[in-house]
């Protein structure tokens, strides 16, 4: 018996249970996780900050130990899934809103990408936000791109890449929708770990965006440019 199992979660004061989550996570600890996020929001933490206090710091410090070597991908899986068990407990309280609808998101990770923690919680933010997100899933090809945009015509379309072999991809989806004469028609959105403002301007995107609160605020600004673009027309 590890000295973990006598650990009681509801026990520990806010802090010690923000770093025991961090733990919970490295070890892949899915039951606990779920547990200590209904504990946060029992005590009145707001989803967001359960989300990235607890959840999204603990995989950075999962993502270091893979970098170093010290954790591997089975490791790393298992800590993805305690994630997600997480983050499917805040879904319905991040995605919940009033607001009328604001605009439309077409959104996935790039081909040769299975990387989707990211790209989700940017889609349930989204959510949040009132936007209506076509979730593409992972490794997707500009041809699925393509298909969601002809059958959902979205204000928004973004793409999330994690490796710095798969980012270029998005460049190919952009490339393509100006072939297509469509580009003008679409806000782009890029996003991802290695990513950044550089990379997105070069490719073509209208915006790179750090994190999922970003990625929100983007949103919003641009399709408040669009609105006052079509009204001044
Ligand atoms: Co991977 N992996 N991984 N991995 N993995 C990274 C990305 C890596 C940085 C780890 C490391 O070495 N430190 C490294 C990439 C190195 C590089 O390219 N420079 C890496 C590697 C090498 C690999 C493999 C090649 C390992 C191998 O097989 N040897 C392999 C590749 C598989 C593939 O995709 N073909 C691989 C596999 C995996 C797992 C399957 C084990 C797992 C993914 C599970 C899953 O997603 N379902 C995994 C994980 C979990 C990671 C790390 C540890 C964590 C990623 C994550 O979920 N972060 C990651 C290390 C790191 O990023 N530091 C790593 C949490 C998430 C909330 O943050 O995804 O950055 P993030 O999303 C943020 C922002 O980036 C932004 O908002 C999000 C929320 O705030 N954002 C967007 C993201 N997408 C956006 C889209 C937008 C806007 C904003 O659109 C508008």
Redesign the pocket.
Known sequence: MSDDDDIILSELNDEELVLQMHDDLYDGLKEEIAESVNILLERNWTPYDILTKGL?EG??I???D??DGILF?PE??L??NA??QGMAILRPLLTETGAPKVGTMV?GTVK????????N??GMMMEGAGFEVFDLGINNPVEDYLAAIEEHKPDIL???A?????MPYMKVVIDTMKEMGIRDKHIV??????LNEEFGLAIGADAY???????VETAKEWMARKHNQMANA
């Open positions: 999204v995989m950075r999962v993502g270091i893979f970098r991908v790393v899986l800590a993805a994630m997600k959104i040769g990408d299975i990387h989707d923690i990211g790209k919680l940017v973004g793409m999330s994690l490796l710095t072999t798969t959105l890029v996003g991802g770990a290695p965006c750090r994190d999922a609160a970003v990625a």
